[in-house]
């Protein structure tokens, strides 16, 4: 039975990717942080009592910024596969916390690989380090492919660049099978809810049920090559799989406005808008509302008319250096990889929209049925 370790195994990718390997017959252990409250949702349908039989799933408190845990940590697993996917992984907010983000995101990598090496592991583990396509930054050239040189813009972008790096170096250094995958956005219905496809097809939700008035966002302009998180992290174990370490960017070859995320996903609820003005005063209003869907879904048609101004610009969503563009080029993966994404950006979107409007009706039967939140401290 092979074994693998995840790091940031509650993250949107930790958990397609146990899912993932734990149908392929693996035995999963997890890397989770102490939390004060609940941070297991995504894995909990995962979740096995540790006194079972047929145990397959273990799940392990740790840090990336604590070298000794991660040590005691691999040396008790033994892992065949690491899978360094733990990163504080909001870009927006790295520039808040940029000293964490650098520990976390870039030390972390540092400290994995140290730990292989310091274990006389070398040649047992393997190793896949979370790069991304936030390393191309300010763009050089479109499509961004394995040879697009970098040009980092966030702390965490920079912080990233040193995981990459690093990675690349011990696989030199030290003949590991160490291999980075840089991956472009990729989103699901268990996204974070403040990325800006989560954001989106929540608030939209929301609004076609009457639960909220008005959807806040940053740059509409920015374009980002999505795919599924679920074809993503196939491409993950295959990288680990292949006779020879290498990096691969990982990507759909498309790229779309976060403007027509929006249009997508209010128009999977029968809901046409119109987006006009300009930056900060940009507006997207409703113009026209497809009753039969409307009626079909559900929805609260009392709140949609068209005229309706449904989104607007907050300028505190802008970040102080931007990544306009990234379309990423996947050649290297479909060919020696055999790698290709099973969703497109309609399919994406139809699954977030979905799986979100289902949830929100739980908050609107609540409402319904005048349900107050507790106040504690009342
Ligand atoms: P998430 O933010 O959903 O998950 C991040 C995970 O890392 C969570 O499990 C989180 O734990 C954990 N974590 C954060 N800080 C630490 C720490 N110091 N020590 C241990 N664990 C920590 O990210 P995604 O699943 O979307 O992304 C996975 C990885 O891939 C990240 O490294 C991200 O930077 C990278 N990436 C993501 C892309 C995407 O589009 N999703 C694209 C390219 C790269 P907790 O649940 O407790 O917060
Ligand atoms: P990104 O994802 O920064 O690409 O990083 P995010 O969804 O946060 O932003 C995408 C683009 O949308 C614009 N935007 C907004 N973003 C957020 N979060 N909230 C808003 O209200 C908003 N309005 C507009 C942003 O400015 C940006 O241009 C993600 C993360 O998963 C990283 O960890 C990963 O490395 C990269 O993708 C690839």
Redesign the pocket.
């Known amino acids: 039975m092979k074994v693998a370790l995840i790091?940031?195994?509650?993250?949107?990718?930790?958990a397609y990717l146990a899912e993932f390997l734990l149908k392929k017959g693996y035995f999963v252990h997890g890397?989770?942080?102490r939390?004060s409250s609940f941070?297991t949702e995504r894995i909990d349908h995962l979740y096995q009592d540790q006194h079972e039989k047929n145990l397959n799933f273990k799940l392990h408190y740790?840090?990336?910024?604590d070298s000794t845990n991660l040590i005691r940590i691999i040396q008790e697993t033994q892992p065949d596969e690491i899978y360094?996917?733990?990163?504080?992984?909001?870009v927006k907010v790295s520039f808040e916390t940029p000293e964490y983000t650098a520990n976390?995101?870039g030390i972390?990598p540092l400290r994995l690989l140290e730990a292989i090496r310091i274990l006389g592991l070398v040649d047992k583990t393997k190793i896949y380090q979370?790069?991304?396509?936030?390393l191309y930054g300010l763009v050089q050239a479109v499509p961004q492919s394995e040879t697009t040189p970098f040009y980092p813009r966030s702390p965490?972008a920079v912080a990233?660049m040193y995981g990459y790096w690093i990675t690349v170096n011990y696989r030199e250094a030290y003949n590991m099978y160490a291999c980075n995958g840089i991956?472009?956005?990729?989103?699901s219905p268990v996204?974070?809810e403040t990325?800006v496809t989560r954001k989106i097809t929540r608030a939209a939700c929301k609004i076609a049920l009457g639960l909220q008035s008005c959807l806040y966002l940053g740059n509409l302009s920015a374009q980002r090559d999505w795919g599924h998180?679920k074809d993503y992290v196939e491409a993950m174990w295959l990288i680990l799989q292949q006779e020879k370490p290498e990096d691969y960017v990982i990507a759909t070859g498309v790229t779309t406005t976060v403007r027509d995320f929006v249009k997508m996903s209010f128009a999977e609820l029968g809901i046409e808008i119109e987006f006009s003005g300009k930056d900060q005063y940009e507006r997207g209003v409703i113009i026209d509302v497809d009753q039969e869907l409307v009626q079909k879904l559900g929805l609260n048609d009392e709140y949609l008319k068209p005229g309706t101004v449904v989104v607007q610009v907050d300028e505190k969503y802008f970040r102080p250096t931007e990544v306009d563009l990234l379309l990423g080029d996947p050649t290297k993966a479909n060919t020696k990889l055999g790698w290709k994404p099973k969703y497109d950006l309609p399919l994406l979107v139809q699954d977030m929209v979905h799986s979100d409007l289902h949830l929100m009706k739980k908050d609107e039967y609540l409402k319904q049925g005048g349900f107050k939140t507790l106040n504690y401290f009342e």
């Not at 740790?62 to 910024?65: F, K, V």
């Open positions: 790091t940031g195994v509650t993250g949107q990718d930790g890397l989770k942080r939390s941070n740790g840090d990336l910024t360094n996917l733990a990163a504080m992984s909001h976390a995101d972390g979370a790069s991304t396509s936030e965490y990233k991956l472009f956005n990729h989103e996204r974070g990325f998180a």
